[in-house]
T-cell receptor, first 115, second 115 residues
Framework: DAGVIQSPRHEVTEMGQEVTLRCKPI?????LFWYRQTMMRGLELLIY??????IDDSGMPEDRFSAKMPNASFSTLKIQPSEPRDSAVYFC???????WGYGYTFGSGTRLTVV | GEDVEQSLFLSVREGDSSVINCTYT??????LYWYKQEPGAGLQLLTY?????DMKQDQRLTVLLNKKDKHLSLRIADTQTGDSAIYFC???????????????FGTGTLLAVQP
């Protein structure tokens, strides 16, 4: 199993541009989570999906952020327009319904820098 | 509300034991986790403990849970330089409807192992 795959690994963009982050969860995992990590705020849960349906998006900072999961093997997190304060590492994670003992499996993250 | 706290930094010498502490607020937490994050990488699940347990041992790792004080600790025996990383504790949260599918992470403890 290749694990949770995120792309790109690094993204540098100018303020005002649209940014799209991508995630492929582990096959068979029916939950997908997007987290943001910054020095100031630590790890924040932005949104999570169950069976491709958004369940809780209360952590999405504002309307500039949107997330979709069109099928079981792909999710996107979009920021439009991007701002310097969006600079962070964005992690995608997935888990299976089968057991909480497995916790989440995280991807390697996308480091976003907005200049 | 949900809050998970950890000390920010711990320095130990190679071969010594490390103890990383964590306090949480949700007394209904059923699963508590320890994750490790190496530089430039995602979070890797190290171990977990179910709330009906006081202790769990897994090779060099020992997890202690004090439910009365809502205190969780991770002991690493014979700490090696390869153990240098950020360690996060996390709890599965509960809402008014019962257990949720969200993990709330602590602020992370940077473990520095001196040779």
């Amino acid at each position: 199993d290749a694990g949770v795959i995120q792309s790109p690994r690094h993204e540098v963009t100018e303020m005002g541009q649209e940014v799209t982050l991508r995630c492929k969860p582990i096959s068979g995992h029916d939950y997908l989570f997007w987290y943001r990590q910054t020095m100031m705020r630590g790890l924040e849960l932005l949104i999570y999906f169950n069976n491709n349906v958004p369940i809780d998006d209360s952590g999405m900072p504002e309307d500039r952020f949107s997330a979709k999961m069109p099928n079981a093997s792909f999710s996107t997190l979009k920021i439009q327009p991007s701002e310097p304060r969006d600079s962070a590492v964005y992690f995608c994670a997935s888990r299976t319904q089968a057991s909480w003992g497995y916790g989440y499996t995280f991807g390697s993250g996308t480091r976003l820098t907005v200049v | 509300g949900e809050d998970v706290e950890q000390s920010l930094f711990l320095s130990v010498r190679e071969g010594d034991s490390s103890v990383i502490n964590c306090t949480y607020t949700d007394s209904s937490s059923t699963y508590l986790y320890w994750y490790k994050q190496e530089p430039g990488a995602g979070l890797q699940l190290l171990t977990y403990i179910f709330s009906n347990m006081d202790m769990k041992q897994d090779q060099r790792l020992t997890v202690l849970l004090n439910k009365k004080d809502k205190h969780l600790s991770l002991r690493i025996a014979d700490t090696q330089t390869g153990d240098s990383a950020i360690y996060f504790c996390a709890e599965r949260t509960h809402g008014s409807g019962g257990a949720t599918n969200k993990l709330i992470f602590g602020t992370g403890t940077l473990l520095a192992v001196q040779p």
